[in-house]
């Protein structure tokens, strides 16, 4: 049974840090991986996706990585910003029916 | 295009009533996905359907619950008999085909009394 799992479960940094939230699963046999962001009261917004093929994943300030081998994931944000701060969500595709499983996030915290 | 749209944002049953939610997926999207989060806990899978089917259920529980996805018309899950229990927000995920990339809506959020 795949585990997701997210440490640590909350982050404060002050603005303008580079930071590295982890992500690490227990079978490697996953077909890709997203990283969504979540605001509190709202939905989840994509943010990246990972085919298994790929090692990493840009889009503006966001990097996420992608070590299937060793069972983990990246998203690097640079130069962080208070609009930042949000709960960052893990979740992993194992192919039986593209069902994602989920960490329980990390909320992030930039300091103005 | 619109993105995946849910409704009620917000729902209020009390114990033993039926709630429905509604889950229309992004334009040319014809693969549904529910999911449940209960406070301080993870987004779990519930099930996943494409039009007028029911591919994959493991994740829902056995009673009271149902799901579908017609032809015409929004994906509906159905929960009957509520109970305090049932209170979380409910996520519906859209994607064009099998293993692309999922597309969330707002959520609703169902209240138990």
Known sequence: ?????????ALSV????????????TDSAIYNLQWFRQ?????????????????????????ASLDKSSGRSTLY??????GDSATYL??????????LTFGKGITLSVRP | NAGVMQNPRHLVRRRGQEARLRCSPMKGHSHVYWYRQLP???????????????????????????????????????????VRGDSAAYFCAS???WGNEQYFGPGTRLTVT
């Open chain 1, 1 to 9: 049974k795949q585990e997701v799992t997210q440490i640590p479960a």
């Open chain 1, 14 to 25: 002050p603005e303008g840090e580079n930071l590295v939230l982890n992500c690490s699963f």
């Open chain 2, 40 to 82: 301080e806990e993870g987004l779990k899978f519930m099930v996943y359907l494409q039009k007028e089917n029911i591919i994959d259920e493991s994740g829902m529980p056995k009673e009271r619950f149902s799901a579908e996805f017609p032809k015409e018309g929004p994906s509906i899950l159905r929960i009957q008999q509520v």
């Open chain 1, 90 to 99: 893990c979740a992993v595709d194992t192919g039986a029916n593209s069902k």
């Open chain 2, 95 to 97: 994607s064009p085909g």
């Open chain 1, 77 to 82: 944000i640079a130069a962080s910003q208070p």
């Open chain 1, 39 to 63: 605001d509190p009261g709202k939905g989840l917004t994509s943010l990246l996706l990972i085919q298994s093929s790929q090692r990493e994943q840009t889009s503006g300030r966001l990097n």
